[in-house]
């Protein structure tokens, strides 16, 4: 049966272990666990003075915290880029570093603008532990925990760095321009690995470049979360090999404004919020020097994960295997309609389990969402036998039941995704038990299936019927006529099926007969 092949969900591995257990502070979420820690959504309790002090200052604090954003940080923009556009050939394909008066501008400037910007958002004063080495000693600054657009004003407070950042930063009206002409900013496209590969390069030329280029800074999570967990560390700023220099981000506002993750507080709304705060506590905390050792140069994994334990460590936060892939597919889900959560998995889990990669994820997801017919992020038998086209009988409800449910017999996407791949897995290994699917299809015996056969057996070709994408990313038409490889690739593709056909078998039954519409 479909059943006796028992799939691997992560609450199998050291999903459940203690942060003793697993060598340090880390928080990890069970499969199917609904109190599971989401680190990218954002609620804030106001209670009932939160909201009269809000609109006290919104009257009073907040325009004259507008103007004194607007008009020291705009002014001191544009004449600092008015200086350097006039002199300065700025090329963004084969950038060059300032050099000079140039230069000076940028680092007096701008750290200047950055700290009246930070007290115009209710940073009057800031504490500063540590001490920002120089940038010969620690090429490379990490910082973290990365929650909204501000620290990178923190960090430029101190020394204007070549920012690491998204490539969507460039578009921010006027500052996205500036930032990349004045900064340097080396951007990148996350979900681009042509474009990963460049920024790595990149980092690694300027980090070697012996000071002609400034410092690079790398937001090591690559995305934004609620500062609950210190997600993954990215490794793009590690593999240079040398010495990098942790700074912490501690915001200890009781009413916590400056977190802004990729689900919840918006931008506008986190910005509103923020500046109707009589004061915004901010620590800064500078780690002593990290030097690789011959091992951790080795192995630039080890590199990244002891920093990433240190900033734990000074942060009071524990770590995580979330890493920006989980943002991706979380928002994917949003945009198929399902709640922001129900695409939680833990990608780098998964990917180590499965051999999945995030796109192979989000196929899955979409087969998942099409089931999911009140799109509340879970299914049950019913949903999957509506999609399959056959009655929910006893052959389906054993395969539903051999994936691991929640106490109200639904499943979720992530042990669904565990499910279908590992119960799929030793079928698609099996060369008799394809063959004899294969040859249960080849009613006249000729090596060809046609969707005739199939439709006379199975509602698959109702699957055969729809669109494909071809490798030029056109629509193209699916096969009238299959061979054996061509029958096999289509049940990898659709793998529901050939978990169906075998608990089916081994029941004693011939196929799933086609559900009436």
């Not at 880390?26 to 989401?38: F, R």
């Not at 020394?159 to 002409?181: C, D, I, Q, T, Y």
Request: aromatic content about 10%; some cysteine.
């Amino acid at each position: 049966m479909a059943s006796s092949y028992r799939y691997r969900s992560l609450d199998d591995s050291d999903a459940g272990k203690t942060s003793e257990e697993s060598g340090g502070a880390h928080a990890e979420p069970a499969v199917g666990d609904e109190t599971e820690l989401d680190p990218f959504t954002v609620r804030l309790s106001l209670a009932w003075y939160d909201y009269l002090k809000i609109g006290f200052n919104a009257l009073w604090l907040f325009p004259l915290r507008l103007l004194l954003i607007i008009l020291p940080s705009v002014l001191i923009a544009l004449v600092s880029g008015t200086i350097i556009s006039a002199c300065d050939k700025f090329n963004a394909d084969n950038p060059k570093p300032l050099k000079g008066w140039s230069k000076f501008i940028i680092q007096n400037v701008w750290t200047t603008t950055a700290r009246m910007y930070l007290f115009g958002f209710g940073f009057q004063w800031i504490h500063t532990t540590g001490k920002l080495a120089d940038t010969a000693d620690a090429p490379v600054l990490v910082v973290a925990p990365h929650s909204c657009f501000l620290d990178m004003w923190i960090a430029a407070q101190y020394h204007v760095p070549a920012f690491v950042a998204k490539s969507e930063s460039k578009n921010v009206p006027l500052f996205g321009w500036m930032l990349e002409r004045l900064c340097r900013l080396i951007l990148v496209s996350r979900e681009d690995s042509g474009s990963r590969a460049r920024a790595t390069e990149e980092i690694q030329r300027r980090a070697h470049s012996g000071g002609d280029w400034p410092r690079v800074l790398v937001f090591a999570e690559g995305t934004t979360t609620n500062r609950k967990v210190l997600l993954n560390f990215k490794r793009g700023g590690f593999l240079p090999k040398l010495p990098v220099q942790g700074v912490v981000i501690k915001l200890n506002n009781k009413l916590n404004t400056m977190i802004w993750g990729a689900n919840g507080v918006g931008l506008l709304k986190g910005l509103f919020f923020t500046l109707c705060q009589f004061h915004n506590s901010l620590e800064v905390e500078f780690l002593p020097v990290h030097h690789p050792s011959q091992e951790e140069m080795d192995d630039t994994a080890l590199f990244t994960e002891n920093v990433r334990q240190e900033m734990s460590k000074s942060s009071g936060i524990p770590t995580s295997d979330y890493t920006v892939e989980d943002v991706f597919l979380m928002r994917e889900a949003r945009r198929l309609k399902m709640p922001f959560a129900s695409g939680m998995v833990v990608c780098l889990r998964a990917h180590r389990d499965l051999g999945l990669d995030v796109g192979e994820m989000k196929t899955h997801l979409r087969r998942f969402a099409a089931m999911d017919r009140n799109k509340d992020g879970f299914i049950v038998a019913e949903d999957l036998a509506d999609y399959l086209g056959v009655p929910c009988d006893a052959c389906l409800q054993a395969v539903f039941n051999s994936f691991k449910l929640n106490q109200e017999m639904k499943l979720s996407f992530r042990n669904y995704l565990y499910g279908v791949v590992e119960l799929s897995r030793p079928l698609l290994q099996n060369e008799e038990f394809l063959q004899s699917v294969f040859e249960f299809f080849d009613q006249d015996g000729d090596g060809i299936v046609t969707v005739l056969d199939l439709s006379s057996k199975l509602p698959i070709s109702k699957l055969l019927q729809q669109p494909n994408k071809g490798q030029n990313g056109r629509n193209s038409a699916a096969p009238t006529k299959m061979d054996y490889d061509s029958f096999q690739a289509m049940l990898k593709s659709n793998s529901e099926y050939l978990i169906l056909f075998h608990e089916c078998q081994n029941a004693g039954f011939s196929a799933p007969s086609p559900g009436t519409d």
